[in-house]
């Protein structure tokens, strides 16, 4: 059972999109819905909303039951108190701002309408712009409109349908800090959909990553960075250090795994069901390698140390990354980036050799590849 | 100029849009909802007026307004009076061949709107009754209106079906397009052009006031 008002879910849809997924939200949790395009991450929120009905499986909150197609139950969207904020705002073109967010407040007598929705526009810094149209606004202010309107509703749920994606980069910034802050008063389940994996690592609790219709992972950024548990998600979430390997030892008492990785050997903390002499697939977050000083080595060198050859270098601003060239049975190369700075004094440039350590608790093992 | 033919052309398409309208803006709306097939076998079968010659469809609604047949039947039974060569006869008629000219408009107007306005109006807990009054109709008005004026150009404009149906009885069924031919054919040029000249008057005029009332909504919507 969840806490008081969070929402469960647990679907099998057949038609527009496959999808087949079961998750949970908690109340004043924010999870984000990230994945490639056409993996079912909107028909989600459509499915919880009430626009799309599921071949079977449950949608309930708290105690209310929204769809249960084993007792035949499909509550009306107008009836589930969803908060939604559609990709294109959807706002009423004809009626005003203050009108958009008034026509969402229900059951109240009409004056406190009125000052509730002044509230609501208040509350997306809106003040004093309600009688404008949607066509005299900017993305930015409409986005707000989309958001006060949501809320006016008094929902039970926030649905955010990529919010962000109309806007340039300032505003979008600007907008994910303002929902940050609404948050704090919000007690309800929020959850976002979005393609950009680095707005779901700012903003969420916890990230589900959709593919094909399932929910591959589900996790708090930090994990699924750290311990993604397949290539897909690792690819997701930015990992280009993805290595096939066999493991040589295992020793679960000193907390100690070695993989034989070309000429190399890497010790990483113990990781269960792994036996010696299996294939496995692992990775490294590119932060999870440290390039050696040149000429001056350091305690850090001792390390999971790997040698090899700068293939490729390149200069983003204050960033530089930086391809090696490996001994890895595939040829695949090892990617890792550096301050710009650190990269011009040690001169690294193609064809430099170069050592760097890969930190052992960065490394995971995401399956075994034996058939 | 035949004034009494000029009436009765006013009365026919004045009487053909008050009806018609209604029929038609819950046609389209009720379309938009449909899954995409069949939306598009009934949306085929609401143009076929628009298709037909004129004189066939005229000749269809002739034979089924008779008192053999169903329709005129029924009108027989209800007001004892027949329905084809009559001023109702006509109407019935008329608001069938203009049912494309409504609808199409129309609906086009209501497919513009877009799903996820119909959605944010689900979301605020709106009913389909006061979604359609508050959001949908004004958004779909200009297309409403254009249906509209359409109907009542063309009704005022309409021949074959007019004389198919209604004959020619000055007052009754005469309108104005039957009027300008019998004109012409009396050689009264004079007539037939200065009557010509007031049906193109207030076709100009109806579709001027269209885009004019339109225009500033069509802004608003793209917008």
């Known amino acids: ?371 | 100029m035949d004034w009494s033919a000029f009436n009765l052309s006013l009365q026919l398409a004045l009487y053909t849009v008050l009806l018609l309208l209604p029929l038609a803006v819950l046609t389209a709306r009720w379309l938009v909802t449909l899954p995409p097939r069949r939306k598009a076998i009934i949306e085929a079968l609401l143009t076929i007026p628009l298709i037909l010659p004129p004189t066939v469809m005229g000749f269809f609604l002739l034979v089924s307004m008779n008192d053999a047949h169903a329709i005129g039947r029924i009108w027989r039974s209800l007001f004892d009076e027949s329905l084809v060569f009559s001023f109702e006869g006509l109407l019935v008629a008329s608001i069938i061949v203009n049912i494309p000219f409504a609808v199409q408009p129309a609906l086009r107007a209501f497919e513009g709107i877009g799903n996820d306005m119909r959605e944010a109006a689900a979301t605020c807990g709106m009913s389909q009754w006061r979604s359609f009054r508050r959001i949908e109709f004004p958004l779909a008005w200009p297309g409403i209106l254009t249906g509209a004026v359409l109907s009542f150009a063309h009704t005022l404009g309409e021949f074959g079906v007019v004389l198919m149906v209604g004959g020619n009885i000055p007052g009754e069924t005469r309108t104005i397009s039957i009027a300008i031919y019998d004109q012409v054919q009396s050689f009264d040029n004079a007539s037939a052009a200065l009557m010509s000249g007031v049906l193109l008057a207030i076709s100009v005029l109806a579709i001027s006031i269209t885009f004019l009332l339109t225009r500033k909504t069509l802004i608003r919507i793209r917008a």
């Open chain 1, 1 to 371: 059972m969840t806490d008081r008002k969070g929402v469960e879910v647990a679907i099998r849809l057949d038609d527009p999109v496959v999808l087949n997924v079961e998750f949970e939200v908690r109340t004043s949790e924010l999870v984000a819905l990230v994945g490639p395009s056409g993996g079912g991450k909107s028909t989600i929120l459509r499915v919880i909303a009430g626009f799309a009905k599921p071949t079977e499986g449950k949608i309930s909150i708290g105690a209310q039951s929204w769809f249960d197609s084993q007792q035949n139950l499909f509550v009306q969207p107008r009836h589930r108190r969803v908060g939604m904020v559609f990709q294109s705002y959807a706002l009423f073109p004809h009626l005003s701002a203050f009108e958009n967010v008034l026509e969402a407040i229900t059951d109240r007598p009409a004056a406190d309408r009125i000052e509730l929705a002044n509230e609501y526009l208040a509350r997306v810094n809106l003040k004093g712009l309600g009688e404008r149209l949607p066509e005299q606004m900017s993305g930015g202010q409409r986005q707000r409109v989309a958001v006060a309107r949501a809320l006016a509703r008094e929902p039970h749920v926030l649905l955010l349908d990529e919010p962000f994606s109309a806007v340039d980069k300032v505003t979008r910034i600007r907008l994910q800090r303002e929902l940050v802050d609404l948050r704090s008063d919000l007690s309800i389940p929020i959850i976002l959909v979005t393609h950009d994996i680095e707005e779901a690592a700012r903003l969420a609790d916890r990230i589900a990553v959709l593919h094909e219709g399932r929910i591959l992972q589900m996790a708090s950024h930090e994990k699924l960075s750290k311990a993604p548990v397949n290539i897909d998600v690792a690819r997701l979430v930015g990992i280009r250090n993805i290595f096939n390997s066999q493991v040589a030892t295992i020793d679960s008492e000193q907390d100690r795994l070695e993989l034989r990785w070309g000429s190399s050997s890497l010790e990483m903390p113990f990781q269960d069901g792994y036996t010696p002499g299996q294939a496995v697939t692992w990775c490294v977050p590119s932060d999870g390698i440290v390039v050696h000083r040149r000429n001056r080595p350091s305690r850090g060198e001792h390390e999971n140390p790997v040698f090899g050859i700068v293939n490729e270098v390149f200069h983003f601003g204050q960033t530089t990354e930086l391809t090696i060239e490996v001994d890895d049975p595939d040829a695949h190369p090892l990617h890792c980036s550096v301050p710009t700075h650190v990269a011009e004094r040690n001169e690294i440039d193609v064809g430099a050799d170069l050592g760097v350590s890969i930190k052992a608790d960065m490394i995971h093992i995401m399956g075994s590849t034996d058939a």
